[in-house]
RNA sequence: GGAUAGGUGGCUGAGUGGUCUAAAGCAACAGUCUUGAAAACUGUCGUCUGAGCAAUCGGACCGUGAGUUCGAAUCUCACCCUAUCCGCCA
């Protein structure tokens, strides 16, 4: 949500926002129905304001009985106005509020023109992809050799898309998710563990809905978030921050759930795209200052990085498009990670930032130097997901017998060991 | 799920249906005093919103939403949340 005052003053610049993420909104519509709420609130607080001197008059004990009957007779023909304003005003302020919630946040000058992920711009490359002396397999073939994974009983359980992971497989999990949350709280990131069970307006707050119902799943009032950013943001929602000098910055993991709408045919076997995954969160909150979003981004941005690198997994991290980007995103890279089976990048990570459209949501401020009070600005950027990271080690670090070497940051977390499988070739 | 008690400003906490533009305290800020600080004293101090160059003036906000009334923080109803007890239960 952006101030009805700033898109008043800048219609060309939400119209060219808008274009630019291929979204179609009318501003005009907006503006008209805003002139509509305004002269009508005026109208009422003009009834008000009679009602209440009249108010203030009936409440003088020595106030005599005429003028107290001529003010009775008064006041009700103003009540009798003043409800029919007051239903006037509702069906304004229900168009009002739908398009309040529509409006795009304008992306910064710096993303580039496009229409789909097909024109991202790459901007880094990071790591060399490995020449296998033997024919990779692809994830699937390997876990299910190794009984690292049990689709079948998986599906039989959970439908398409369910899945088991076993022996290794669940214990490799485990490790990466003890290395990246000692990691990201060395780092001063706050671990949480946050709730995926969630109210609706959780997700109105974040941005996933209105528009979002599809991919969600949900029954009469609970939602199953499909990131821990919804919880995580929701947390300190409705508050006045005491000091955001130093920024608030989380980690927060969740259980994660998507009913992946409009992509049956996309990655219809193994671990990549799953109905329910785990996921480890950066969200931070900061003063509402564009340098200090722009700094904390590439912080965000550069963290997931140096885990990748760490991990010794090729990479690359692309700009996103305008029709790439979400309604509330002003700048989001993608960071991608190399899939030797599919010979191509695949998304790990996905950082933004929202400047203050999710805060103004949530009702998140604090106290700015000058005594003001601000909306908070809002980023956050995925530190590992899981199991397609799972999925994204394992093809990378097969070896020609079929067995797995354990990442070395990571053998610490496996009891010391440094190879999973037996040979099965 | 049942019973009871509650939800008031950054925090604590008063508030008989009519100057509530919400008492008081704490915190915060400014000043006096002090070499500096603390203490003490004095003063300032809610948010959102409309009009105005401005001083200023108007409106809204006491969990949310309806209702009663000329007038609601205060009365009625529904819902949400919190606490305690009971029930059920990983």
Not at 118 to 134: L, P, Q, T, V
Not at 143 to 168: A, C, H, I, P, W
Not at 227 to 236: D, F, K, L
Request: proline share 4%; hydrophobic share 35%.
């Amino acid at each position: 949500m952006l101030d009805i005052k700033f898109i008043r003053e800048n219609k060309d610049l939400i119209k060219f926002g808008a274009e630019k993420k291929h979204i179609n909104f009318d501003v005009e519509e907006l503006v008209k129905i805003d002139d509509e709420r305004l002269s009508i609130r005026k109208e009422g607080d003009e009834l008000r304001a009679k009602q209440n001197s009249a108010s203030t008059k009936m409440g003088n004990p020595n106030l005599s009985q005429e003028e107290r009957q001529s003010i009775l007779e008064e006041m009700k023909t103003v009540k009798e106005d003043l409800k029919k304003i007051e239903e006037k005003e509702i069906p304004v302020m229900n168009s009002w509020h739908k398009l309040m919630l529509a409006v795009p946040n304008i992306p910064d000058m710096s993303v580039p023109e496009g229409t789909s992920d097909a024109d991202n711009m790459e901007i880094r490359k990071w790591g060399e992809i490995k020449s296998f002396d033997f024919t990779p397999l692809d994830h699937i073939e390997i876990m299910e050799k190794q009984d690292m994974v049990d689709f079948e009983r998986g599906t039989k359980t959970s439908g398409f898309r369910g899945y088991f992971l076993k022996n290794d497989g669940a214990m490799l999990e485990m490790a990466l998710w003890q290395y990246a949350m000692q990691k990201w709280q060395a780092k001063g990131f706050t671990p949480m563990l946050v709730p995926s069970l969630v109210k609706r307006e959780t997700l109105l707050g974040t941005g996933y809905l209105p528009q979002g119902e599809d991919d969600l799943y949900k029954d009469d009032q609970d939602y199953l978030a499909g990131t821990g950013e919804v919880a995580t943001m929701y947390y300190h929602s409705g508050e006045v921050l005491e000091n955001l000098n130093e920024p608030k910055k989380f980690i927060a993991w969740s259980p994660c759930f998507r009913k992946e709408a409009g992509s049956h045919g996309k990655d219809v076997k193994g671990l990549i795209r799953v109905h329910e995954f785990y996921k480890c969160e950066q969200v931070v909150l900061c003063s509402a200052s564009h340098e200090e979003s722009v700094r904390l981004h590439e912080e965000l941005t550069r963290n997931a990085e140096e885990m990748m690198e760490e991990l010794n997994i090729p990479y690359h991290t692309v700009v996103n498009c305008g029709g790439d980007l979400g309604l509330g995103q002003v700048k989001k890279y993608d960071i991608e990670a190399w899939v030797p089976s599919q010979n191509k990048y695949r998304e790990t990570h996905s950082s933004s930032y929202f400047h203050d459209f999710q805060t103004r949501r949530l009702n998140i401020r604090y106290k700015d130097v000058d005594g003001k009070l601000r909306y908070a600005h809002s980023l956050n950027n995925t530190a590992l997901a899981t199991p397609r990271m799972l999925t994204i080690i394992v093809e990378n670090y097969q070896q020609a017998d079929g067995t797995i070497k354990v990442p070395e940051v990571l053998v610490p977390f496996m009891g010391g060991k440094r190879v999973i499988g037996v040979p099965i070739r």
